[in-house]
């Protein structure tokens, strides 16, 4: 699976970091999020999948490969 974060329509809540903080950071500056790892493990799949769930601006988009 491959996560996609559509920066521009981040909020900077957070929720994602709370949910799967293996895989999304937020900048020092603006809060917005970040994506560490695109390819996540199989173990951190539902955190991932969690975080796109949680995300109030619908920023985060899960890629089945």
């Given amino acids: 699976m491959r996560v996609e974060l ?3 329509k981040c909020v900077a809540s ?3 970091v709370v949910a ?3 895989v999304f950071d937020q900048r020092d500056e603006d ?3 970040i994506v560490l790892d695109q390819n996540p493990a199989v173990q951190l ?3 991932v999948r969690e975080a796109a769930a949680v995300c109030p601006a619908v ?3 899960l890629v089945e490969e």
């Fill in 6 to 8: 559509d920066e521009p």
């Fill in 14 to 16: 957070g929720q994602c």
């Fill in 20 to 22: 799967a903080p293996e």
């Fill in 31 to 33: 809060g917005v999020a």
């Fill in 45 to 47: 799949l539902d955190g």
């Fill in 59 to 61: 920023a985060i988009r």
